[in-house]
């Protein structure tokens, strides 16, 4: 091994990562942004992305379910509440759960997860598996994403809000609330990793807990993009949407 | 529920399946048996089926390992044996190897695993966890698509042969075993479900347990299309054929 870098320089080294890797490169993105994709497909998007979105809770429990630090579990027990919300107050899922509502997806379809891909729920296990079985470590690092969502984030809302005459504002609440929520938990995480991540073998394993979140997340978009865009040949049994 | 099917409903229901979601069907067999693929597709694809390949002994063992039935165990353990092989003499992932090798694909890159797209190690992790936690009856059950490999596997080799120059009969060894191999395997495992899935409710655990495999299998396909064919997008970091 060669030796350990600085926390500055580990910290460089995500950003690399996030530059060739995260999904904001995916043209699946590109054309979902600049208006190219049509209703049913963007509802195709929503319905898959739910799987991820109602996953999210059940990932983030099982790390605080092994996390011994209590200073970091009263940080992070946030994002579930985050996103689970509570009674008489919406959370990030309940959030999605309006977004695909307002694409005009019935919940019942969303939240009965049959007709989401395949290749969706492979890809979603795998995440949580990787946050339930690895280190701490490489757990909290999976989640350092969220450094390159902001970018990701507005570009969609601006783009959806300016070239779907289907989409509003109260459709997008649940990324509103994640432009705040995002960096806020990305510089946790972010800090974490270098401060704890010393060693240039810990070090190697954060960026490769972050590559491999990116091809979770990279790999929903190939499997959205195959099935509704190019070629466009949904698996038997997925979501087939109603008109174009 | 409904009630129960005599064990000749069942396997009729579990034809119905294969007969809609085996991946006999996907567009991805058909380039591949007809000619259509060039050589860097196919070593896109053997070098990712060989990851789904090498985990079959792992899947096998884990059902051994938690088979009450003595009887069971001393059939099933013929799976690994077949494909594991022995000192001196090769078995099914040893074969695979060879096939790999056939096409021009180095042996390191493909044991190496790094190539192999994202989607295929999700899509086999999500098998071989399926087998390791779920019921018996419903691992046994997920072996099912045997039933259907005869026929795929005499349309593959033919149409390999015929199609392309650069295949010879050594390279396929692999297909020209499980001929034998898979019509015995599935023809117990068959058995075994027509004899064990008696209630409605442990019948349909089976014909899930087939529906899944049906769509880890094809979700396979589905992520080699996307990346070598069309649109033809690998993700970051996977394999990249020389020339086409």
């Not at 996030?18 to 049913?40: A, C, V």
């Not at 107050?89 to 019942?108: D, Q, V």
């Not at 060693?199 to 993009?225: G, S």
Request: include cysteine.
């Amino acid at each position: 091994m060669t030796a350990s870098m600085s926390p500055d320089e580990l910290e460089h080294a995500l950003r690399e990562i996030g530059s060739e890797r995260y999904h904001d490169k995916h043209p699946f993105h590109h054309l979902l942004h600049t208006g190219k994709l049509n209703k049913g497909q963007i509802q195709a998007w929503a319905l898959n992305r739910y799987i991820y979105q109602s996953r999210i809770p059940i990932k983030d429990a099982s790390l605080l379910a092994r996390c011994p630090d209590m200073a970091v579990r009263q940080v992070w027990r946030q994002r579930i509440i985050d996103h689970d919300g509570a009674p008489g107050s919406e959370g990030g899922i309940e959030r999605w759960l309006k977004l695909a509502e307002g694409l005009g997806l019935s919940r019942e379809d969303v939240v009965g997860e049959r007709l989401a891909l395949p290749a969706t729920h492979f890809a979603v296990e795998a995440y949580v598996r990787f946050v339930r079985e690895k280190s701490l470590l490489e757990a909290i690092a999976s989640s350092l994403t969220e450094m390159f969502a902001p970018g990701i984030i507005r570009t969609r809302m601006d783009g959806m809000l300016a070239n779907y005459a289907f989409v509003s504002r109260e459709t997008l609440a649940y990324f509103a609330h994640r432009t705040s929520e995002a960096p806020r938990d990305a510089e946790f995480a972010l800090a974490y990793v270098k401060r704890h991540a010393t060693t240039r073998e810990d070090q190697q394993r954060v960026l490769d807990a972050l590559t491999f979140k990116c091809q979770v997340l990279w790999a929903q978009l190939d499997a959205l993009h195959f099935a509704y865009v190019s070629p466009g040949l949904p698996p038997p049994g997925a979501f087939v949407p109603d008109a174009p």
